[in-house]
């Protein structure tokens, strides 16, 4: 698969966000299975991820979350 930005950078970042819209609730499990985060995100909340990080994203409105990665933002992981 294609990721959603190509970038020349010399410098690849380190990490990217799962940000929020609007209040949903996520749970966030490892390739593992284990739990890493679970709860309530409010609008403007973000959660930083080594972008080697691999699992599973449940969320309450996948329309409201979105990735952010080297200042570039995804569409919205679904609809609302």
Known sequence: HKPFVQTNSSETPKVFQLCCESETWIALKD???HLVQEGILHKGDQIK???DFEGVLHTG???CVYIVYDNHRSHALGLN
């Open 31 to 33: 390739a593992q299975g």
């Open 49 to 51: 991820l080594p972008v």
């Open 61 to 63: 409105n996948a329309g």
